[in-house]
């Protein structure tokens, strides 16, 4: 019996990888442009880690993390988010001694235990920016103004930024008594899960996805309705800054995040028609999380935007994604004896093209000459060069443009001039 991949993966295959690479590119193009570093962290952290830094009371830490315990009995988990550890990554290489901000992205799998649905694997990928050191509201301006740009780069249109502002733990703690005091009458009505955090975090209600405690967060307080002065202000220069930036905004007063370590700014992108979930990324502020780690006290933001989704939302919106592909040039010979001269000629001119940066490939099959037009034709090779006794005789090879149709007889001294003469015809056509 075949062995299948487990049940919430996906293969990427070479056909797709394409469309990623799009997406990549486009990422650390925007990314160097803002002044942002890529950063790479390992697949795998010590699962404090994430108790810790994401909040025990949050579904990722409850519900969904990959743990494990390796050979040498420590807890371990697969990266579920990308916040956590770079942050560790901050602290552990000490690079809050450097001059700050710091200014940091990455592209990385993550891991999620859930029910696998259209855009939510159990391994998916996410682009993420983080930005320690500051706590300007200009810069939360910046990264959320950085995560719009990068959409309109791949092409997505119709968005819609939801922002808002969860305070600071001054602000969180009166709006926990305010929460406590108008669940309470509700408590035999709230789901199993949200029983267990009405104490403990009620904050993490608004998260819910059961109906019935929707419709009871409905007229809840709201995280904003206790914004302290400072937090206040905060918010009102971010939305002045994105005003400046021209990034429209809807302002979402129930818009709290996943996650127990945002602060301030909290942000949320949607798009409709990509499954289960509308929203394609957010992110925000976490002025506590590097200390909470183990750090100095160091304010931070970012986001984090979900591929999968990406690559969704533009499926869904008829969006084809364009992409420069180099002319590739297939070898063919008349003679396929691995002995031949005209094999052993083959050889030598695929590796004078490969050096001077041609795509360019042969048969190692043995088929006719037929069967390698053909097999050129179907990969979507631009470029045929033949190899044949009779011209070889001569000095020449031939080359066919497989888009005309057109062929004719050059010299061998002349393939790399000639074959950029006939790139550069098809480039331009």
């Known amino acids: 019996m075949a062995i299948n991949r ?106 999620r235990y859930g029910r696998p649905q259209a855009g939510r694997l159990r391994q998916f990928h996410q682009f993420g920016i983080e930005a320690f050191g500051s706590n300007d509201p200009a810069i939360d301006a910046e990264v959320i103004a950085l995560s719009m ?80 002065e400072e937090c206040l202000a905060h918010y009102e220069l971010v939305r002045e800054y994105l005003g400046i930036l021209n990034v429209p905004y809807i302002e979402n007063r129930e818009l709290v995040r996943g996650l127990d370590y945002y602060t301030k700014t909290a942000f949320e992108i949607m798009v409709q028609g990509i499954g289960a979930q509308s929203s394609i990324g957010g992110g925000g502020r976490y002025d506590l999380l590097v200390e909470e780690c183990g750090g100095p006290d160091t304010p931070g933001i970012g986001f984090g935007l979900g591929m999968e989704r990406i690559l969704l939302a533009l499926d869904e919106q008829g969006q084809n994604i364009e992409q420069v592909v180099k002319p590739k040039i297939f070898i063919a010979t008349a003679n396929t004896a691995a002995d031949s001269k005209e094999t052993k000629e083959a050889v030598r001119i695929l590796a004078m093209l490969r050096q001077e940066g041609f795509l360019a490939d042969k048969d190692y099959l043995g088929r006719s000459l037929r069967a390698q037009m053909r097999f050129a034709h179907r990969q979507g090779f631009k470029i045929l060069v033949i190899v044949a006794e009779e011209e070889l005789g001569r000095g020449n090879i031939v080359v066919r443009d497989m888009g005309s149709g057109e062929q004719r007889e050059i010299g061998l001294d002349a393939v790399l001039s000639e074959l950029k003469a006939v790139i550069g015809g098809i480039n331009n056509g």
């Open 6 to 111: 487990p049940r919430g993966t996906s293969d990427i295959l070479p056909e797709d990888m394409g469309k990623w690479l799009y997406l990549e590119e486009k990422a650390r193009e925007v990314c160097l442009q803002y002044g942002y570093q890529e950063i790479r962290t390992p697949v795998f952290e010590h699962t404090e880690l994430f108790d810790r830094g994401i909040g025990e009371t949050t579904d990722i830490v409850e519900k969904e993390m990959y743990e494990f315990r390796d050979k040498g009995n420590r807890s371990i988990t697969l990266v579920p988010e990308g916040t956590a550890p770079v942050v560790r990554a901050y602290i552990e290489n000490k690079i809050y001694a450097e001059a700050q901000p710091t200014k940091l992205f990455y592209i990385a799998p993550m891991f």
């Open 149 to 228: 740009d990068y959409y309109k780069r791949v092409g997505l249109v119709d968005l819609e930024l939801h922002i808002n502002s969860v305070g600071c733990p001054r602000c969180r703690a009166a709006n926990k008594e305010k929460l406590l005091n108008y669940l309470r009458p509700y408590t035999d009505s709230l789901c199993d899960t949200c029983e267990s955090r009405l104490e403990r975090n009620p904050l993490r209600i608004f998260d819910c996805k059961s109906e019935t405690c929707n419709e009871i967060m409905i007229a809840a307080p709201k995280p904003f309705d206790s914004l302290c």
